[in-house]
C-alpha cells in the first residue's frame, strides 16, 4: 500500500499509507483537525539512497507505523519488547531439513533390519 505526504496549512506534516483507488479522499489534520481538503497531498521526489534502493519507507504492519528500512523495524520491535520470528537464513533451515531427512532415513533402516530379523 503506497504512502502518502500530506501538509495542513497549520504547517503539520504527515503521512498516510492507503491504496490509489483511494488517493482523492480527504486526509484529516491529526494537530488541528481541519477536513474537507484542507491537508493537500505532497508530491515528493523519491528517496534515492543507494543503487536500487529508491523507496525504502514502508508500512510495517506488525509495527503499526512506517519504517525506514528493516534496521528501523528492528531497532523499533527491540525498544517494545519484540522479537522477530520466523526469518531464520535459508541455510540454517536447508541444513535442519537435511538432519531431520538423514535421521528418518536411518532409524527407517534400524526397524528395516529388525523386522527382517524377525520375519525368519
Excluded at 40 to 51: C, E, M, P
Excluded at 91 to 118: G, M
Aim: some cysteine; aromatic content about 6%.
Amino acid at each position: 500500500m503506497p504512502i502518502y505526504a500530506y501538509r495542513c496549512p497549520c504547517a503539520t506534516e504527515w503521512d498516510v499509507a492507503k491504496p490509489m483507488a483511494e488517493l482523492d479522499r480527504a486526509e484529516a489534520c491529526p494537530k488541528c483537525g481541519a477536513v474537507n481538503g484542507a491537508g493537500s497531498r505532497l508530491i515528493q521526489r523519491a528517496n534515492i539512497s543507494g543503487a536500487g534502493d529508491w523507496n525504502t519507507q514502508c508500512f510495517h504492519p506488525a509495527l503499526g507505523q512506517v519504517v525506514r528500512n528493516n534496521a528501523h523495524a528492528r531497532q523499533i520491535a527491540k525498544s517494545r519488547g519484540m522479537i522477530e520470528v520466523g526469518n531464520e537464513a535459508p541455510e540454517k533451515i536447508h541444513k535442519a531439513c537435511e538432519q531431520q531427512r538423514a535421521d528418518t532415513r536411518e532409524q527407517r533402516w534400524k526397524e528395516a533390519d529388525r523386522v527382517k530379523l524377525y520375519d525368519d
